[in-house]
C-alpha cells in the first residue's frame, strides 16, 4: 500500500527564529493543512542562521516522520532584496551590465556577495521591465549546507510571496499581496509573476499602517506605469480589513486559519516550474 505521502512536496520555512515543515492539499480555492511541525534555531548574535542549529532543527523535524525527501524552501522574506528595474531599449544589447550596475547601486550589499536573479519581464517601445531578486550568498549557502548534511532535497528556494503567487489564478498582470507569519506582515507587488518590492512590517502591525503601506505601494507603481486595481489578502488571519480605497479587495484561502503556516503551506503545493523566483535553478 502506498504511503499518503508518497511524493508528497513539503513546504520547509526558514525563519529567523526557527525552521517550520508543513503539508498541504489544495482542493479549488480551498488549502488545507494536514500536517506542521516547527523547530527552533535561533539566529547567531550576528543576525545569520546558525548552521549548526539549522542542522539540529531540520533533524528534529525528521524525527517527526515529516517527509524531507522533496521540499520547496522558503527564505525569511526581508534576507532577499526584490525590484523591479526599467531600462532603455538601447540597454537591451548588454542588459546583464546595466543591470550589474543598477543592483550595485540599489542593494545595500556588495555586489560579490549576492546570488542573483534576473528576469526580463516585458519589452516595451520605451522601455524593457527586468525583475530582480538577490540574497546574500553566506545567508543561501548556510542554508544549503544544513539541507545536504541532514540529507534533505530541496528542488526550490524561494520567498513566501512567491510561494503564494505561484498558486494563485492568474487574472491580474500585477497585484498587491497581503500575507502574513508568524514573525512578520508583509505587502508585496507582484507583477507577471514576480513579486518585486515588498514592504515587511512586525507582526502586530495596525490596520491603519498596512493600509498605509498599501496606498503608497499603490501609488507609487502606478506613478512608474503599472495597472494596479486589486489587493489579495492571503489567509483568513485578517479579521479586519486594511482600508484601500483605490484597490478592490479579494480574499484568498479566506477559510485557512493557520496563518503562520499560509506560506509553508502554499510551497507544499506549488510547482517548482510556476516559482517566479528559485534560487536552486
Known amino acids: 500500500m ?17 525552521v517550520g515543515a508543513a503539508l498541504a492539499t489544495q482542493r479549488g480555492t480551498t488549502l488545507v493543512l494536514r500536517k506542521h511541525v516547527e523547530s527552533a534555531a535561533p539566529e547567531d548574535v550576528t543576525g545569520m542562521p546558525d548552521r549548526e542549529k539549522v542542522v539540529a532543527a531540520l533533524r528534529s523535524i525528521k524525527k517527526s516522520r515529516m517527509p524531507l525527501t522533496r521540499c520547496v ?24 551590465a546595466h543591470m550589474h550596475g543598477i543592483i550595485a547601486s ?77 514573525e512578520e506582515v508583509t505587502v508585496s507587488l507582484v507583477h507577471h509573476g514576480w513579486p518585486v518590492d515588498e514592504d515587511v512590517m512586525p507582526t502586530g502591525t495596525s490596520l491603519d499602517a498596512l493600509s498605509r503601506s498599501v496606498e503608497s505601494m ?24 486594511p482600508q484601500a ?17 499560509l506560506a509553508a503551506a502554499c510551497a507544499s503545493v506549488v510547482r517548482p516550474s510556476d516559482l517566479a523566483i528559485n534560487f536552486v535553478s
Open 73 to 96: 524552501a522558503l527564505l525569511p522574506s526581508n534576507r532577499v532584496y526584490t525590484q523591479l528595474a526599467t531600462l532603455s531599449p538601447l540597454a537591451k544589447k548588454n542588459i546583464a
Open 2 to 18: 502506498l504511503s499518503l505521502f508518497t511524493r508528497q512536496t513539503t513546504g520547509l520555512s526558514f525563519m529567523h527564529g526557527g
Open 218 to 241: 499603490a501609488t507609487e507603481y502606478r506613478g512608474k506605469g503599472l495597472v494596479l486595481d486589486t489587493l489579495y489578502v492571503a489567509g483568513g488571519s485578517f479579521e479586519a480589513m
Open 106 to 182: 540599489t542593494i545595500p550589499e556588495p555586489f560579490q556577495s549576492l546570488h542573483t536573479l534576473e528576469q526580463t519581464l516585458r519589452e516595451y517601445p520605451d522601455r524593457i521591465e527586468v525583475a530582480v531578486a538577490a540574497v546574500r550568498r553566506d545567508v543561501l549557502d548556510a542554508y544549503k549546507a544544513a539541507c545536504s548534511e541532514t540529507g534533505v532535497g530541496i528542488s526550490a528556494l524561494t520567498t513566501p510571496a512567491a510561494a503564494i503567487a505561484g498558486i494563485l489564478p492568474k487574472k491580474h498582470p500585477s497585484f498587491l499581496l497581503l500575507h502574513a507569519s508568524a
Open 245 to 261: 480605497s483605490s484597490l478592490g479587495i479579494e480574499r484568498v484561502f479566506p477559510d485557512f486559519q493557520e496563518g503562520s503556516w
